[in-house]
């Protein structure tokens, strides 16, 4: 895949980029390695002032940057502003409580004691250079929910962001230069996939984490295991969103419908498959279904737009093979199901019903705004569909029974479950999945401790 900027919504070239050679993939990795000996020795406060700095800067190139991540993969500018704001955030948030999360910990006295120690402690250092490996459906978001725990922790980074948005990567190099930090600390690598092996297998490179799909997470998991490296993988998600007799009908399907397409759909948390309880279907599906077609689907730089276009012809094309296979084998197209006619690559907001177990779209993931519909006649049977799927990244519950509460979170097979509302990741709760979304934390205390050395500490009487 050629690194460039291709405008989705008009299929037209604008920038291309040529990937880095051999010679400046090693000038960069000696500068990261040479980085990291001078950053791990600053102070968090020294760290802190850095990164609120990335983050008031951000604050002013948001409608600048937000434009960038527009053009460069579709999303509506109203959203793509809010990331550039939920990054700036983010930045901020580890910026205060990096040093508690990180804080040395004293194990229990009488424990010291029986050990034959004077004094003991745990400490969390940094382990070094680490290479992340990103997507494009949050070209921003992505790459901060990394790059703000590790340097806070004194980690360096190195970017390879995916190629259809360079200059999303190379922005974000060049913030974190303004802000102050070291020269090596953050890096963007312009490299295609075939790349990443070798920087992969580099002994200067101490862990991978990987935003992105399935084979990738497996290719770089392979590698890296191989290596005896540390990784940590969000992979694909499949989100359940189960709405039970004693929700509200109208809260939980306006919900519904932005938590399906949000990002145009693109989006590894958003909800996916909507699992309904039988005595609210036909009523939650009248509004769902409406609410979906309500949608404005249209230019993703005009404010009105909920929907821009998909971001690559060839994403397009896998959504439309999952509808087709699923009206093949039986769905009711409640609506949308046809691409529209004119440039880019636009795809309606498309309700699918009926949807059975030996259709691709019951077992894969569909990026882009197609929702299903599934009836479930009892609360097991809801918990049934919801973990019939191979992911477990986030779910959706819908009810006001306390019992039914208790059951879900007590069964769902997800990294999280919500309750009357939206899955959202937030810098203070761990982020991240079970079976083949991935495994490992991304956010919170969880996440900045995922790329430390956990070192015990011990002196002798």
């Known amino acids: 895949m050629p690194i460039a900027t291709v405008n989705p919504a008009t299929g037209e070239t604008l920038a291309t980029y040529d990937a880095l050679g051999a010679e400046e993939i090693e000038r960069r990795l000696a500068?990261?390695?040479?980085?990291?000996?001078?950053?791990?020795?600053?102070?968090?406060?020294?760290?802190?002032?850095?990164?609120?700095?990335?983050?008031?800067?951000?604050?002013?190139?948001?409608?600048?940057?937000?434009?960038?991540?527009?053009?460069?993969?579709?999303?509506p500018i109203?959203?793509?502003?809010?990331?550039?704001?939920?990054?700036?955030?983010?930045?901020?948030?580890?910026?205060?409580h990096a040093e508690e999360l990180l804080a040395d910990e004293e194990p229990a006295e009488q424990d010291v004691k029986d050990s034959g120690a004077a004094w003991a402690i745990v400490r969390y250092r940094p382990l070094g250079p680490v290479l992340a490996v990103m997507p494009w459906n949050f070209p921003l978001w992505q790459v901060v929910r990394f790059a703000a725990p590790a340097l806070?922790?004194?980690?360096?980074?190195?970017?390879?962001?995916?190629?259809?948005?360079?200059?999303?990567?190379l922005y974000l190099e060049d913030l974190y230069r303004r802000a102050g930090f070291a020269e090596g600390c953050f890096q963007t690598l312009l490299i295609g996939?075939?790349?990443?092996?070798?920087?992969?297998?580099?002994?200067?490179?101490?862990?991978?984490?990987?935003?992105?799909?399935?084979?990738a997470g497996r290719a770089v998991a392979s590698v890296a295991g191989d290596e005896v490296k540390k990784t940590v993988l969000e992979l694909g998600g499949s989100d359940p969103f189960v709405v039970m007799p004693s929700a509200d009908l109208d809260q939980a399907a306006e919900v519904a419908v932005r938590a399906r397409v949000q990002n145009n759909g693109q989006s590894c948390i958003a909800a996916k498959r909507f699992i309904v309880h039988t005595d609210v279907f036909d009523a939650f599906a009248e509004r769902f279904t409406a609410g979906m077609k309500a949608l404005r689907t249209g230019d993703p730089m005009a404010e009105e737009t909920d929907v821009g276009p998909l971001s690559s012809e060839r994403g397009r094309a896998d959504l439309?093979?999952?509808?087709?296979?699923?009206?093949?084998?039986?769905?009711?197209?409640?609506?949308?199901?046809?691409?529209?006619?004119?440039?880019?690559?636009?795809?309606?907001?498309?309700?699918?019903?009926?949807?059975?177990?030996?259709?691709?779209?019951?077992?894969?993931?569909?990026?882009?705004?197609?929702?299903?519909?599934?009836?479930?006649?009892?609360?097991?049977?809801?918990?049934?569909?919801?973990?019939?799927?191979?992911?477990?990244?986030?779910?959706?519950?819908?009810?006001?029974?306390?019992?039914?509460?208790?059951?879900?979170?007590?069964?769902?097979?997800?990294?999280?479950?919500?309750?009357?509302?939206?899955?959202?990741s937030h810098p203070a709760f761990p982020f991240?999945?079970?079976?083949?979304?991935?495994?490992?934390?991304?956010?919170?205390?969880?996440?900045?401790?995922?790329?430390c050395n956990i070192t015990t500490i011990w002196h002798g009487a």
């Open 31 to 75: 500068a990261a390695d040479t980085a990291f000996r001078t950053h791990r020795t600053t102070t968090f406060a020294e760290r802190a002032l850095r990164m609120r700095k990335a983050a008031d800067l951000l604050d002013e190139d948001q409608r600048d940057v937000a434009r960038v991540m527009t053009t460069e993969m579709g999303k």
């Open 320 to 424: 439309e093979e999952l509808v087709a296979d699923a009206v093949e084998n039986g769905a009711t197209v409640l609506c949308g199901g046809e691409r529209p006619d004119g440039p880019g690559w636009y795809y309606p907001p498309t309700v699918l019903a009926d949807v059975t177990p030996p259709m691709r779209i019951h077992h894969e993931e569909a990026f882009g705004p197609v929702a299903t519909l599934y009836r479930a006649a009892n609360l097991d049977e809801a918990v049934a569909i919801a973990n019939d799927a191979p992911f477990g990244l986030s779910s959706n519950v819908w009810t006001h029974n306390g019992t039914e509460v208790d059951r879900f979170v007590r069964d769902l097979e997800a990294g999280g479950v919500y309750i009357n509302g939206m899955t959202a």
């Open 193 to 215: 996939s075939g790349a990443v092996e070798e920087v992969l297998r580099d002994p200067r490179v101490r862990a991978a984490t990987l935003t992105g799909s399935e084979p």
């Open 152 to 169: 806070m922790a004194g980690n360096v980074g190195l970017l390879k962001h995916a190629s259809n948005v360079p200059q999303t990567a």
């Open 432 to 451: 991240g999945g079970v079976k083949r979304s991935g495994y490992g934390r991304e956010l919170s205390g969880h996440g900045i401790r995922e790329f």
């Open 78 to 96: 109203k959203q793509a502003r809010a990331e550039a704001a939920k990054c700036a955030k983010a930045m901020r948030w580890y910026a205060e």
